[in-house]
């Protein structure tokens, strides 16, 4: 895909996103409506001024914190966490080599599961260790395909970093105990609002912020000082002053 | 295409509406990134708790009053327009029988204008008055295919209705010296500041409203009290407060 988009365009980054994205949908990697989703997360962004809010920063370190002290902790990959920032997520794992990574969709075909696998392989994960291809647990109370996960993965995890995660997924997660944290531009979702701690940013900035903190942060268990409602409610009242209202 | 969305979804609209524009993608109508600006649309309508606000129904009586007393109205049509709204595109052109209806795109392509025009006419326009086709003149100071149109549309237009509007050409309209109204819900882009009325809504419930007013409306000139800043201002803080900050 050839593009012409000027280098000092002031949304050059924001603009090269949409094509790759677009050109990911072409690849099969990314379904169709993934790109709406993406747009609901660049209105968000933009309230944010496209920078990460301090609010992102204090929910990243408390998820590295939860992180280290997990004992089968899990980054779930799909199609836009993989188009977007196949990269980035391998190098959380590559910070933290105990983190498993797993391919999980809510579209799920062999087809798109097995053409994600081989994009976070390329992007650098280790041959073989991404999991996702080969399903042995359902969620319980989720219908469909998007039940399916590993037992090595998501399924017998307790600590979760769920990226750009469907909000039916989201709370069945955290209805099955485990210790759950969103990756969302959106405050409001379902996922935001259900997730024990909700990181507030964009996935390119997001990630990195994440691996950089696992290098360097404590472990710790749930029930500290961290108020993930008080974490929005702040986040809110930024994106409310980015409306210039 | 088969969706098994059900009725009593309490996002059933919403969830529909996006399996109509991947299908439209599908058909060649909708450009790929043209989702990416839905989903940027359906995050400023999720705060404005996807119903019409007051600053919208201002919006509009002034847009059917700038319209009625136009030489040359026109209402313009890309391709999330059509594929979202042609049948009440239609229908705001059968309530005001002079307002010329012209198909134009920002990725335009010959087949794709031909495809459009014949979904336009299949919602009930008049066969061949919808403009498009044959572009014989350039909107000044724009690159690109997108500054294609028709004089007897667009370009000799003197008041224009734009809705989900690339700001590039939204300000060249208004440097042409039309007067322009833009249907968008965002009230911080570009088109919506630079338009000299802004409807701030969701466009199959902006264009029904707009059919219903030109029926009613007398005509006025611009130079009332209308107040677009401020009409911005209110619905800016309309949406922060459906941030609930």
Same sequence: chains 1, 2.
Avoid at 119 to 144: C, H, M, Q, W, Y
Avoid at 183 to 194: E, Q
């Amino acid at each position: 895909m050839t593009t012409n988009i000027p280098d000092d365009h002031p949304r050059a980054a924001s603009l090269r996103t949409r094509e790759a994205m677009k050109d990911a949908v072409a690849a099969g990697l990314v379904h169709p409506t993934g790109l709406i989703a993406h747009g609901r997360g660049e209105a968000f962004d933009y309230l944010l001024g496209e920078r990460t809010p301090p609010e992102a920063r204090e929910a990243v370190a408390e998820a590295a914190r939860l992180l280290r002290a997990a004992k089968q902790p899990v980054l779930s990959l799909n199609g836009n966490v993989v188009a977007l920032a196949a990269r980035q997520a391998v190098a959380v794992q590559k910070a933290f080599p105990r983190l498993v990574l797993e391919v999980n969709l809510f579209h799920r075909t062999p087809e798109r599961v097995e053409a994600l696998v081989a994009v976070v392989e390329a992007a650098g994960a280790t041959k073989g260790s991404v999991l996702g291809r080969a399903p042995d647990f359902r969620i319980p109370n989720l219908s469909s395909d998007r039940a399916l996960c590993s037992k090595a993965g998501l399924g017998g995890s307790d600590v979760v970093v769920v990226p750009l995660e469907d909000g039916d997924r989201c709370q069945a997660l955290v209805a099955m105990g485990k210790t759950v944290i969103a990756i969302d531009l959106n405050p409001l979702s379902r996922t935001a609002v259900a997730a024990h701690v909700t990181i507030v940013d964009e996935l390119t900035r997001a990630l990195p912020a994440l691996a950089a903190a696992l290098k360097t942060s404590s472990p710790g268990a749930v029930g500290g000082t961290y108020d993930n409602a008080d974490v929005l409610r702040r986040v809110k009242a930024r994106m409310a002053a980015g409306l210039g209202a």
